[in-house]
């Protein structure tokens, strides 16, 4: 009998922090995801979490785990495939700790992931843009912040995870004023910002403390926004706005909402899609093309640059009944 729980605790340790040096957040989903499988074992085992052995953990039980986020908790397609990323991930760490196990491991990797559908990203008009923009009220200190978080947001793209991180020292707004952000994998990069998104920033300045560590957004106690307190308020502003922007009710607007709009915006003022991953941060173009396929006045341009082909109505007769024959068959 092998224990998973020195080898649960040594992934954590040993491989995402020493070794692989993840982000909290990349711990926080492998945690909150192996957490949900333990106690799904605990349950149907009728064991102690500490007391898991690796064949309670065989491909059968992580596939019935896989079901019940499904069906009990009514996880989506792509929470489903995130959960099992992580199973994958540690089963691929015990692989090496633990060889006696192979056949076992082997065959919960081999589980596959579930194909789903691919929908258009959401993205916001310059129209629905200025309108949740206004939203916020300005005469209270909250709503100044909120407005300068949503320009912010709206102009450069970010990440709800990397608003949260930002502090007063990333915004540089003296010559070729510019905002530096760290992104996924730790990589850094700078934003330029516009003249009126430098207005709005310099004036919120004025409302934070001057410690360069400062979080750039706090909240009541002083701490960064948490993501999901930006998450709320952006839910908040663009319940308000959608009152005097109704096509704003047809759309469910989150923070990332807005990084598909400066995406979509950037495609339509002639950006190319190179430019536009370095912008967002993005290793690799193919990953922006979805705002190819989003942009419908995109393929309107295309299609009226094409001539429509010369076809005349009617039906297709048969030139002998020998043919005719064939076709009925």
Same mark, same amino acid.
């Given at each position: 009998?092998?224990?998973?729980?020195?080898?649960?605790? $040594?992934?954590?340790?040993?491989?995402?922090?020493? #070794?692989?040096? &993840?982000?909290?957040?990349?711990?926080?989903?492998?945690?909150?995801?192996?957490?949900?499988?333990?106690?799904? &074992?605990?349950?149907?085992?009728?064991?102690?979490?500490?007391?898991?052995?690796?064949? @309670?953990?065989?491909?059968? /039980?992580? +596939?019935?785990?896989?079901?019940?986020?499904?069906?009990?908790?009514?996880?989506?397609?792509?929470?489903?495939?995130?959960?099992?990323?992580?199973?994958?991930?540690?089963?691929?760490?015990?692989?090496?700790?633990?060889?006696?196990?192979?056949?076992?491991?082997?065959?919960?990797?081999?589980?596959?992931? !579930?194909?789903?559908?691919?929908?258009?990203?959401?993205?916001?008009?310059?129209?629905?843009?200025?309108?949740?923009?206004?939203?916020?009220?300005?005469?209270?200190?909250?709503?100044?912040?909120?407005?300068?978080?949503?320009?912010?947001?709206? #102009?450069?793209?970010?990440?709800?995870?990397?608003?949260?991180?930002?502090?007063?020292?990333?915004? !540089?707004?003296?010559?070729?004023?510019?905002?530096?952000?760290?992104? !996924?994998?730790?990589?850094?990069?700078?934003?330029? /910002?516009?003249?009126?998104?430098?207005?709005?920033?310099?004036?919120?300045?004025?409302?934070?403390?001057?410690?360069? @560590?400062?979080? /750039?957004?706090? +909240?009541?106690?002083?701490?960064?926004?948490?993501?999901?307190?930006?998450?709320?308020?952006?839910?908040?502003?663009?319940?308000?706005?959608?009152?005097?922007?109704?096509?704003?009710?047809?759309?469910?607007?989150?923070?990332?909402?807005?990084?598909?709009?400066?995406?979509?915006?950037?495609?339509?003022?002639?950006?190319?899609?190179?430019?536009?991953?370095?912008?967002?941060?993005?290793?690799?173009?193919?990953?922006?093309?979805?705002?190819?396929?989003? @942009?419908?006045?995109?393929?309107?341009?295309?299609? $009226?640059?094409?001539?429509?082909?010369?076809?005349?109505?009617?039906?297709?007769?048969?030139?002998?009944?020998?043919? $005719?024959? /064939? @076709?009925?068959?």
């Amino acid at each position: 009998m092998t224990l998973i729980a020195p080898t649960l605790e $040594a992934f954590f340790v040993e491989r995402l922090v020493g #070794q692989r040096k &993840a982000s909290p957040h990349t711990i926080s989903s492998y945690r909150d995801s192996l957490k949900l499988l333990v106690a799904f &074992a605990c349950q149907r085992t009728r064991t102690q979490a500490s007391r898991l052995d690796f064949a @309670d953990l065989d491909a059968p /039980l992580i +596939g019935a785990f896989l079901e019940h986020l499904e069906h009990e908790r009514n996880a989506s397609t792509r929470t489903r495939n995130t959960r099992l990323a992580a199973i994958r991930s540690l089963f691929r760490f015990a692989a090496l700790r633990h060889p006696e196990h192979a056949g076992l491991i082997q065959r919960v990797l081999a589980i596959p992931s !579930k194909r789903h559908d691919r929908t258009d990203v959401c993205f916001l008009t310059k129209q629905e843009i200025e309108a949740l923009l206004a939203a916020p009220d300005r005469s209270t200190r909250t709503g100044r912040r909120d407005h300068a978080l949503l320009v912010l947001a709206a #102009q450069t793209g970010l990440r709800v995870s990397e608003l949260t991180s930002l502090r007063r020292r990333a915004l !540089k707004l003296e010559a070729s004023p510019h905002l530096i952000c760290t992104g !996924k994998g730790r990589k850094e990069r700078a934003c330029p /910002l516009t003249r009126q998104t430098v207005k709005v920033m310099t004036a919120w300045l004025r409302e934070v403390p001057p410690d360069e @560590d400062t979080p /750039l957004f706090p +909240g009541p106690r002083g701490g960064a926004l948490s993501r999901d307190a930006i998450r709320r308020l952006v839910t908040r502003h663009w319940q308000i706005a959608a009152t005097d922007c109704p096509s704003l009710q047809d759309k469910h607007v989150t923070p990332h909402t807005l990084r598909h709009s400066c995406a979509m915006s950037l495609l339509h003022a002639g950006v190319d899609l190179s430019t536009i991953a370095l912008w967002l941060g993005h290793e690799q173009i193919t990953t922006v093309q979805i705002y190819l396929h989003a @942009d419908l006045a995109l393929k309107e341009q295309a299609l $009226a640059k094409t001539n429509s082909p010369q076809t005349r109505p009617g039906r297709y007769h048969a030139p002998d009944t020998l043919i $005719a024959f /064939l @076709d009925s068959l």
